[in-house]
């Protein structure tokens, strides 16, 4: 495939929900059920965002959440299925790893179930050790601690009788 017309871009106000949605259904068993509102918060919330455009056609994504110093994780990288193998997806993530706010980073994390060997080719290694994971957060926003309330330990019962 001639791909010189095919050009990236780093400019999150570039994306399009729509076909976003849409490449994630194609090809990204994990995602499927992603609204638009949904993906919307997570855009917001994410830098870099690399994209991949076939002229109007948006054909591949990727994100990153980072610290800018300490910790960096790419997230749902993705190449629409007639444009695999093209190299495409590796760009995508040398893009991320390459933009300001990932560059500097010490470590970078991401998760992947079937796309070891792609990451490796990138120089990803395998990492048992370090990560944990909580599989559905259910801390509420009113458990936040309020603007200058102080912190009251829970006693004890033998720490309350010599109180
Ligand atoms: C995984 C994915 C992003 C790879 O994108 P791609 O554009 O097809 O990959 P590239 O052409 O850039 O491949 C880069 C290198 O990885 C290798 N590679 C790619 N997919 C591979 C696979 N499944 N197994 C082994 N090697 C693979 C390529 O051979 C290439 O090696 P080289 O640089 O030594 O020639 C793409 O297949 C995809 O979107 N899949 C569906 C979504 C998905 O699973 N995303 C990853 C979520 S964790």
Redesign the pocket.
């Given at each position: 495939m001639d791909c010189r017309h095919i050009k990236f871009s780093i400019d999150k106000a570039k994306v399009d929900l729509i076909q976003l949605q849409a490449l994630f259904n194609e090809?990204?068993?994990?995602a499927r059920e992603r609204t638009l509102e949904d993906l919307k918060i997570a855009l917001m919330n994410s830098d870099p965002i690399v994209t991949v455009w076939d002229t109007t056609r948006m054909i591949?994504f990727?994100r990153g959440t980072s610290d800018g110093i300490y910790r960096g994780t790419i997230w749902?990288?993705?190449?629409?299925?007639k444009?695999?193998?093209?190299?495409?997806?590796?760009?995508?993530?040398e893009t991320a790893l390459s933009h300001p706010s990932m560059c500097r980073v010490e470590r970078v994390y991401?998760?992947?179930?079937?796309?070891?060997?792609?990451?490796?080719?990138?120089g990803f290694q395998e990492n048992k050790s370090t990560t944990m994971v909580l599989q559905q957060n259910t801390y509420e926003i009113n458990s936040l601690p309020l603007s200058g309330e102080s912190f009251e330990p829970i006693l004890k019962e033998s720490e309350q009788v010599f109180r």
């Open positions: 090809v990204a068993f994990w591949g990727c749902d990288v993705l190449v629409g299925t444009y695999q193998g093209l190299g495409l997806g590796r760009k995508l993530v991401l998760m992947t179930t079937y796309q070891r060997k792609f990451y490796e080719r990138i």
